[in-house]
């Protein structure tokens, strides 16, 4: 449920390349209560702190000689353990030995110990270490400390850790790296979090920069891709226009998988430039002078984007050892390399059944981040358009043509890297050979939506949505596409041979939308704590009726039984016996079913959690 109480709302957009802070105050009135960005102060130079809008998501670990005595000093810490912000990233590009990078990225990583010291990844044995849950946990701590200093006065009563927080991951974000981003916000001392997907942050953006004149830019059957590629993701989401009592309302229906393939990337493919151009003069290039050259590479890219006056940036590579200086050698990358590599190497033309290749890989590997094999952000879109065609719930939603493709009618960009019009002109034309081919308009201007700053854009809608869910908005429904049940072991005698019947109780009903709780407190159910257990979740597309509570026992050929969960639940005192519980649902806004289990008295809650948007695909 939402607390009306908070003073503010707060969205956070918390980025693999930089962070960003979108602030309302509820106690305005509703035509004054407009989103606004809210500058983070942070170092940008030793000893000089200053505002900027953005806070870049890099931490430097410093060695004693990195920095003066007091030089790191900020507003709200006198010695900070880390250096995070502006002079982090420009400080790594010097040492990147001692950086922390891609932080979200490494949360995504199933194989990597998340929780662990790991970064900076291949660091020397001198180098203090933090997880990537931690060094995500630094980047809030600093944006609360901002927050509370800024917007707060220093009032304890406003501090962010008692505010309503809307902070976003990506859409395919699985439930373990959804869990430690909350883990990361706990541990910044958020307690009022919600997790909303950074694809519909873009898009609650877009509507808030329109107001009510979003209404004339789409209509009815209209089919809307979110192409959000940034730093270190790239994530794909559609959603349908449709009619609900005479008025345009909008439904998210399909979500892309995880897509390790960004900025990042690009990047390092535009430092391979350069290092071919360095060797071939004869400058032999080490790994960690490849790692600054990544990051410089990076900075220059960011300029040439950002100024279209700018056709040349000059990149200096320190040497190695005792001759840094003299050992400096000097390139640069031009617009030409930008568009070249980019464009053609990342967003090449293809084909609507193009598939992203899968390179013969060899059996060893260095551990690392599991980036996208395939580097073409088009391939991945063919792909995710094509795989709509089976979506059995979405049938009569999703446009298609004759051969099955997805068809979108708009398209609205989101993350750093769309930035680029040649990128946007790229997709588009893309675009456009797939929807000729089977026999729909192409796309132009008009259908290109106007992303609002596209650095701000998730925070902004993050904040929007959070106003949007007390009323004062509009909110993308996507109700559940089944009705979901958890199964209830009947008390009977044991008879050898024949397992005890399983009840179905209804937990979701049809439709119940992301963001809203059901509870059923009315029955009370025995909980089996500290052993081994095993929950048996079930759904139904043609029981579209059943409320949360209902108890169904012969549910014959109507319910489908899914995957069971096994889970061993902390009983603490009761370890190995049955806790009289009730139970209360939520299906959030990342697409999972909660089902809290409340002990009597409220004597502890235990969490079962089922993603059933990953079903749905």
């Not at 009977?492 to 109780?505: C, D, E, R, S």
Request: hydrophobic share 40%.
């Amino acid at each position: 449920m939402v607390d009306v109480n908070h003073r503010f709302v707060v969205g956070i957009d918390l980025g693999t390349t930089n962070c960003a802070l979108a602030v309302v105050d509820t106690s305005a009135s509703e035509s004054e209560s407009r989103v606004w960005l809210q500058d983070i102060p942070q170092l940008v130079a030793p000893g000089e702190v200053a505002p900027r809008t953005l806070l870049p998501s890099f931490l430097y670990v410093p060695g004693e000689m990195d920095f003066p005595a007091g030089s790191t000093a900020l507003p709200w810490n006198p010695q900070p353990a880390y250096v995070v912000g502006e002079v982090a990233r420009r400080r790594g590009v010097e040492n990147p030995m001692r950086l922390v990078a891609s932080a979200k990225s490494w949360l995504s990583h199933g194989s990597a110990n998340r929780t662990g010291p790991i970064l900076p990844w291949n660091a020397p044995e001198d180098v203090t270490r933090i997880s990537p849950v931690d060094a995500s946990a630094e980047y809030l701590r600093h944006i609360a400390a901002a927050f509370d200093r800024d917007v707060a006065g220093g009032d304890p009563a406003l501090a962010l850790a008692q505010q309503d927080v809307l902070l976003t991951v990506p859409a395919s974000f699985d439930e373990e790296a959804r869990e430690l981003t909350l883990r990361a916000a706990h541990a910044a001392g958020l307690t009022h979090v919600t997790l909303l997907e950074e694809p519909q942050a873009a898009f609650y953006a877009w509507i808030d920069a329109l107001g009510d004149r979003w209404r004339r830019r789409v209509t009815v059957g209209d089919l809307i891709l979110v192409c959000d590629v940034g730093g270190g993701t790239t994530d794909f989401s559609l959603i349908a226009v449709s009619e609900q009592q005479g008025d345009l309302t909008l439904e998210r229906v399909a979500v892309g998988e995880h897509i390790l393939l960004g900025g990042d990337n690009m990047d390092l493919a535009l430092a391979r430039l350069l290092q071919g151009r360095l060797e071939a003069a004869g400058h032999r290039i080490d790994s960690a002078q490849l790692h600054s050259l990544w990051h410089q590479a990076r900075l220059a890219k960011e300029a040439l984007l950002g100024d279209a006056s700018e056709r040349e940036r000059p990149v200096t590579l320190l040497g190695r050892g005792s001759r840094l200086v003299g050992a400096a050698v000097t390139t640069s990358l031009t617009r030409d390399d930008v568009d070249q590599v980019l464009t053609e190497g990342f967003f090449p033309a293809v084909g609507r059944d193009a598939l992203p290749m899968r390179p013969r890989r060899a059996g060893l590997q260095e551990m690392g981040l599991p980036y996208a094999a395939d580097a073409a952000v088009t391939r991945h879109l063919a792909r995710f358009l094509s795989r709509q065609t089976d979506s059995g719930a979405m049938q009569a939603t999703i446009r298609r043509g004759p051969s099955g493709l997805a068809c979108p009618t708009h398209v609205l960009f989101n993350g750093g890297v769309m930035k680029a019009p040649a990128l946007r002109g790229r997709v588009i034309d893309v675009l456009n050979g797939w929807l000729q081919q089977d026999g729909f308009a192409l796309l132009d201007d008009r259908h290109v939506l106007d992303g609002p700053d596209l650095d701000h854009a998730v925070a902004r809608g993050a904040a929007y949505y959070a106003q949007a869910r007390r009323g004062r908005g509009v909110r993308i429904r996507s109700g559940a596409p089944r009705t979901y049940y958890i199964g209830i072991e009947s008390a009977m005698p044991a008879v050898p041979g024949i397992p005890a019947p399983l009840k179905a109780l209804c937990v979701v009903p049809f439709g119940m939308e992301e963001g809203t709780s059901a509870s059923i407190g009315d029955l009370q159910f025995g909980l089996i704590v500290g052993e081994p257990a095993e929950f048996r979740f079930l759904s139904s597309t043609v029981r579209k009726s059943d409320a949360p509570g209902a108890l169904i026992e012969d549910w014959a050929e109507d319910l489908e039984e899914l995957g069971p969960l096994e889970v061993t639940l902390d009983g603490g005192n009761a370890a190995g016996g049955a806790v009289p519980v009730t139970l209360e649902s939520r299906v959030t806004e990342v697409g999972t079913l909660e089902l809290w289990c409340v002990g009597r008295d409220n004597r502890g809650r235990w969490k079962l959690e089922l993603n059933i948007r990953e079903r749905e695909a």
